[in-house]
C-alpha cells in the first residue's frame, strides 16, 4: 500500500521568515496531493492541493511543488504569521479498482514565534 | 460555517452502553467518510460510503457500524467499546471518490471519551 512520510515533525520559525515542509509517498499511481491544516481543538481544513499533472500551485502565501520522478511534493509558506501555527498533514490519493485511498502523512507541528 | 455537522460534540460513555454520532451535509457531496483521530496523530480512515453504499471498510471492530440512511446523512453506531477507543471521530464528505480525487471537508467532530 502507500506510505506518506512527512518531515520535520515539529517546525519553528520567526513571524515573517519562511516554512518549508517536505513529503514523499511510495505508489506512483498517486495522483492527487492535499494538504490539510488543523488547528488545536479544530477539524482539518484544506488550504492547498495539487494533481499530478501539475508541477507547483501558488495560492497567496502559500505554495505546493510536486516532483513526480522523485515521488516527493512540498509546502511553502512566506511571510509566516501566528495564524499559521497548527498541525499541518500531507496525503496521497490514489483511485484502484473501484476503490479509492487517500493516505496521511503523520503531520507537522508548525510554531510561528512572534 | 461549517458546512459537514457532526453531533454531538461530546460523548461520555461506559463500555455496556449503545449510542450514535451523527452527520449531516448539504453540499451534494456523494461520498461520506468516518476517521477516528488519535492525539498528536493524523486522522485513520474507518468508513466509506460512496453513493449510499459501503465501499470501504478498514477492517474496524464490528462494535463500530456505520449506516447512510440518504446521501446527506451519515450515522455511526456504537456498542461495547473499549476504552481505548476514546478519541477524536471526525465525519467527512467530499464531491465524488472516483479517479480524480476530491478535497475533504471535515465535521467539526464528536469527542468521545469511553470509562
Known amino acids: 500500500g502507500e506510505n506518506v512520510e512527512q518531515h520535520p515533525s515539529t517546525l519553528s520559525v520567526q513571524e515573517g521568515d519562511s516554512a518549508v515542509i517536505k513529503c514523499t509517498y511510495s505508489d506512483s499511481a498517486s495522483n492527487y496531493f492535499p494538504w490539510y491544516k488543523q488547528e488545536l481543538g479544530k477539524r482539518p481544513q484544506l488550504i492547498i492541493d495539487i494533481r499530478s499533472n501539475v508541477g507547483e500551485k501558488k495560492d497567496q502565501r502559500i505554495a505546493v511543488t510536486l516532483n513526480k520522478t522523485a515521488k516527493h511534493f512540498s509546502l511553502h509558506i512566506t511571510e509566516t504569521q501566528p495564524e499559521d501555527s497548527a498541525v499541518y498533514f500531507c496525503?496521497?490519493?490514489?483511485?484502484?479498482?473501484?476503490?479509492?485511498?487517500?493516505?496521511f502523512g503523520t503531520g507537522t507541528r508548525l510554531t510561528i514565534i512572534p | 460555517d461549517t458546512e459537514v455537522t457532526q453531533t454531538p460534540k461530546h460523548l461520555v460513555m461506559g463500555m455496556t452502553n449503545k449510542k450514535s454520532l451523527k452527520c449531516e451535509q448539504h453540499?451534494?457531496?456523494?461520498?461520506m467518510y468516518w476517521y477516528k483521530q488519535k492525539a498528536k496523530k493524523p486522522p485513520e480512515l474507518m468508513f466509506v460510503y460512496s453513493y449510499e453504499k459501503l465501499s470501504i471498510n478498514e477492517s474496524v471492530p464490528s462494535r463500530f457500524s456505520p449506516e447512510c440512511p440518504n446521501s446527506s446523512l451519515l450515522n455511526l453506531h456504537l456498542h461495547a467499546l473499549q476504552p481505548e477507543d476514546s478519541a477524536l471521530y471526525l465525519c467527512?464528505?467530499?464531491?465524488?471518490?472516483?479517479?480524480?480525487?476530491?478535497?475533504?471537508?471535515f465535521g467539526n467532530g464528536t469527542r468521545l471519551t469511553v470509562t
Open positions: 467527512a464528505s467530499s464531491q465524488d471518490g472516483g479517479q480524480g480525487g476530491s478535497p475533504l471537508h
Open positions: 496525503a496521497a490519493y490514489r483511485f484502484f479498482f473501484g476503490n479509492e485511498k487517500l493516505t
Open positions: 453540499m451534494g457531496h456523494r461520498a
